[in-house]
């Protein structure tokens, strides 16, 4: 196979990891913006004050994108520098893109739940922050074991 289009597939498994965890992060954030709005409605029905720290939660999925981008510039680096690895960096690729798409899918479940529950009873925003972490922690997994398995290439 030609040195262009191995490089090209290696950069391909790059742009899986950015690619594929943003999709996880539009349906978490998605789930759980979807969520918050349905709280703030129930609180301006209430003549409650919507609380704001909704948006905290609808966000959260964000974060994963930033991990995505990391592996994808690392993938991006190893593509180039070592082109016949290319089945290799598009597997990290891909992998890691789910694992973190996984995670930010869940997160904005979680998310969603930490809305409801926060918009009712005005409790427990510490707590809800606390699983959103935790479902963020895989995503830190998946990019750090990501890095010292792309780092074994020489």
């Known amino acids: 196979m030609e040195e262009i289009m191995m490089k090209a597939l290696g950069q391909a498994g790059a742009f899986l ?32 004050a919507a609380p704001f720290q909704l948006v905290i939660f609808a966000g959260a999925p964000l974060s994963q994108p930033i991990y995505g981008m990391i592996l994808m510039f690392i993938i991006n680096a190893g593509a180039i520098a070592h082109p016949t690895y290319w089945p290799f960096y598009l597997a990290v690729g891909l992998t890691g893109g789910l694992a973190m798409a996984l995670a930010s899918w869940w997160q904005g479940i979680a998310g969603a739940a930490a809305c409801d529950a926060f918009a009712e009873t005005s409790k427990g925003f510490v707590n809800y922050l606390i699983i959103a972490g935790i479902v963020e922690t895989v995503s830190i997994f998946v990019l750090a074991f990501g890095i010292v398995l792309l780092a074994t290439i020489k």
């Open 17 to 48: 990891a950015i690619s594929v965890t943003c999709l996880g992060s539009c349906l978490g954030t998605g789930i759980a913006g979807c969520t918050a709005i349905g709280a703030w409605k129930k609180c301006y029905q209430q003549n409650k």
